[in-house]
């Protein structure tokens, strides 16, 4: 079964292994100074971020990765995201109208987030998820938009945390599961004056990576016994793909950061999909599933394996007899890349016929069926290498200096993790992405914070044991003199008698437990009140005109999803804002029918009771 069940045999010694000592060195010591050139600030190092090992999707199987979120932690499922810079969940209400009858729909969708079980929940209003390339291909849908606490990984595995991160609490079905965003652009809401940093960028802050910049591949299904994906933040994992000269610039549009050109596509017997007349510029990005080509290239598609459009379902469907040929033919799908759509440094990925052999289940058909992740390409805006593509690629992608490079996955069998930091161009070490100032490995770096600490823990402890003689000492003078109220006082002076008893001598801790679990309650009380200053944020009149078309924009409820446009009035917020949240689900009703009109329409929800 494709849902959720964990391939556990996986808990191989790579991802074992990759769990490196990076993590380990960050909880003893946080960040590395051994560098001797090494500014006093410590620089943290990368974070590899492990996958959920569960296989998800209703067009997958996908490799998802685990977060949690709220206080309590909610344990959910996402996918990555590339090009998003929130954090998408899904509601409950995704899992009502016609999803009801997919069974375990709450387990196959990554669970949801409920955020009135949250404490630590800050409602924002309803915006639409608003990802300029999503709503390019026609993707796009109404969100329930808030601040909670997100961390990566799952719980008790130490993973990098962010308290007041914008969340998207979902229902739409396009994205069967959330998504994690690695953009650091910041969001930018009408209920808000300020822009709202993105997960990553709050990370940077607070010096938990060294630089806004990860390495990021998919894994897939068909490798070995499946190969989990492979998140670093801060960094990249050298194991996992070949070095390759090739780095591109970003797009200078900020939601096209990784915008490549895609120069030639070829199938392992030499026919041409797409020859260098036909060169196009495409954009990555791993929040949808399907390659978006030109519909000549599809077309070349079409005849290189046999494939039909599916009009109704709007998917190239694969019947078993087409599969069977598939499978024996083999073939696989060669994309040439560059920086420009001629010349220059090129890479090549090669995507095996494994990597289109993907299932589709529902809501997106009525029964489950192959199929070939290929899509239509309306214009050139809507060119996506998604994440099929992924699978066989690695992409490394740096925000601070605005270039990405993307290279060929190779597959070695429980390799060790090489984890590389790639340092922000303003730190101290200035050397570039290449890791050389890490030169110590995390082995040696682990060694050495083991070594100095445990140094410490022996001159602590012969401290102690130095004092404590001394402490026994004059314990029993004071009790020999114990009826001198002089000595008595004399006593109390020096080191006190009680403290020897305290169970916390040695340990660097000044205040005791309680006080430190008084300040918790403290903190979670304060984060569950809507902060008034936000709340009451300016809604309107603050916009730059300019960045109009990024802009989340606050909408009455009786207008339905018109929201594009510079010039777009923005809609005044201020006291439905605050009603609109407290709104219940189950008083909006979903538009779901599954049928003709999927594809291009767009879902939403249609609000009622206005
Ligand atoms: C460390 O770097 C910070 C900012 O990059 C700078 O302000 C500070 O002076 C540096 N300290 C040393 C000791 O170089
Ligand atoms: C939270 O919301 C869900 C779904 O809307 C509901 O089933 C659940 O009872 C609610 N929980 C609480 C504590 O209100
Ligand atoms: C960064 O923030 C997280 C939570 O927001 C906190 O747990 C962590 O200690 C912070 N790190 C630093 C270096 O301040
Ligand atoms: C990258 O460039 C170096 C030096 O120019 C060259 O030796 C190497 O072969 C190139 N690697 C690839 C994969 O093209
Ligand atoms: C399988 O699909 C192919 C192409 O889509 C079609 O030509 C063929 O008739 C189908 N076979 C069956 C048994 O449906
Ligand atoms: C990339 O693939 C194309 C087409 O298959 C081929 O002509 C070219 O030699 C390949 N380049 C490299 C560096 O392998
Ligand atoms: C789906 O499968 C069921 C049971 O196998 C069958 O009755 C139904 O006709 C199928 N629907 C479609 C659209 O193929
Ligand atoms: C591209 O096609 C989509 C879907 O047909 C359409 O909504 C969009 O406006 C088109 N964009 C451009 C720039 O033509
Ligand atoms: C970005 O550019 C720098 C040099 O300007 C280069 O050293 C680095 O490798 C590039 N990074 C990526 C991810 O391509
Ligand atoms: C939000 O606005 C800032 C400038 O204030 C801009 O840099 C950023 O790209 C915007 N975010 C989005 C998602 O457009």
Redo the contacts with the bound molecule.
Sequence with gaps: MRFGTAALSALFLESAASYDFSGMARSVLPGKTLDKRA???DIPLPINVEASQYWDGADGPWSSFPLQVGTPAQDIRVFISTNGYTTWTVRPLGCQGQASSVSGCEESRGEFFLTNTSLTWVPNSIFQLGLPNEMALGLDDEANYGFDTVTLGWQGSGGPSVQHSTIANMAYYEFWLGTFGLNPQPANFTTYTDPQPSFMTQLKRNNTIPSLSWGYTAGNQYRFSGVYGSLVLGGYDQSKFEATNLTIPFGADVSRNLLVAVQLITTSDHVQLAESSQAFYALIDSTVAYLYLPEVICTAFEDAFGLVWDDYYQYYLVNDTLHKTLLAEQKAVTFTLGQATSGGQTVNITLPYSAFDLELAFPYVANSTRYFPLKRAANDTQYTLGRTFLQEAYVVADYERRNFTVAPCVWQQNAASEIRTIFSP?S?FGFGENGKSSGISGGAIAGIVIGVLAVIAILAAALWFMRRKKQQKKYAAVELEAKSFAAAQSSSSGPSSPMKEDPHAGVNTPTGGELDSSRQIHEIAGASKPNAAEMDAPSRGELDAAGGHHEFYGKLPQNTFEMEGNNEPIFEMDATATQLHELEPDTRRQSWDSGDDRGDEKRYLQMQGY
Excluded: G, L, R, S
């Design positions: 500014n006093t600030t303003d101290e």
